[in-house]
T-cell receptor, first 114, second 115 residues
């Protein structure tokens, strides 16, 4: 079946602009996660959804970052007033309720803030 | 807080040679440990995971890992490397306390395979 998909694959924006990154999880997966991977680093946890609600948003770096999952499927990560330090690959993952420890990752969105 | 150290940034092996990638973790209780592989343009793929029980864990693609509590290590091994194994490998630990979904990753080890 289809894996986790993320759009766009690349996004270039200017400092101060607003961006939205989309994640389509595997069908039937109730849990969804966002991670950020900076150059030369491992992925860093941002937020976890179980269904429609954000069960854990402790990894969001500041209030410029926000994520939603209104219907319990597709999720959007929103970044306001982007800064150059936000440049990274944003990864999305999903998992089944009965196997929550196995996360399936998408290919990521590479965000570049000029 | 939990942490993961992967001491080797880059490893080069010859095709057919054995492989061991090192991972050391810092965690108070019995950790949930994972190894992921990331190929260019592709998402992270889970190779194997350890929660409890047998300390030698078998994974996909012929990989295995051994949990050693006394050394706080979870090294990944493969007896004979194939050219297609060239990729970046990440070790990760779950946060524990009901939050094992929150993975802390190491910085990764880039594997190059020479023909």
């Amino acid at each position: 079946g289809a894996g986790v998909s993320q759009t766009p694959s690349n996004k270039v924006t200017e400092k101060g602009k607003y961006v939205e990154l989309r994640c389509d999880p595997i069908s039937g997966h109730t849990a969804l996660y966002w991670y950020r991977q900076s150059l030369g680093q491992g992925p860093e946890f941002l937020i976890y959804f179980q269904g429609t609600g954000a069960a854990d948003d402790s990894g969001l770096p500041n209030d410029r970052f926000f994520a939603v999952r209104p219907e319990g499927s597709v999720s959007t990560l929103k970044i306001q007033r982007t800064e150059r330090g936000d440049s990274a690959v944003y990864l999305c993952a999903s998992s089944k309720r009965e196997d929550a420890d196995t996360q399936y990752f998408g290919p990521g969105t590479r965000l570049t803030v000029l | 807080a939990q942490s993961v150290t992967q001491p080797d940034i880059h490893i080069t092996v010859s095709e057919g040679a054995s492989l061991e990638l090192r991972c050391n973790y810092s965690y108070g209780a019995t950790p949930y440990l994972f190894w992921y592989v990331q190929s260019p343009g592709q998402g992270l793929q889970l190779l194997l995971k350890y929660f409890s029980g047998d300390t030698l864990v078998q994974g996909i693609k012929g990989f295995e890992a051994e949990f050693k509590r006394s050394q706080s290590s979870f090294n990944l091994r493969k007896p004979s490397v194939h050219w297609s194994d060239a990729a970046e490998y990440f070790c990760a630990v779950g946060a524990g306390g009901g939050s094992n979904y929150k993975l802390t990753f190491g910085k990764g080890t880039l594997l190059t395979v020479n023909p």
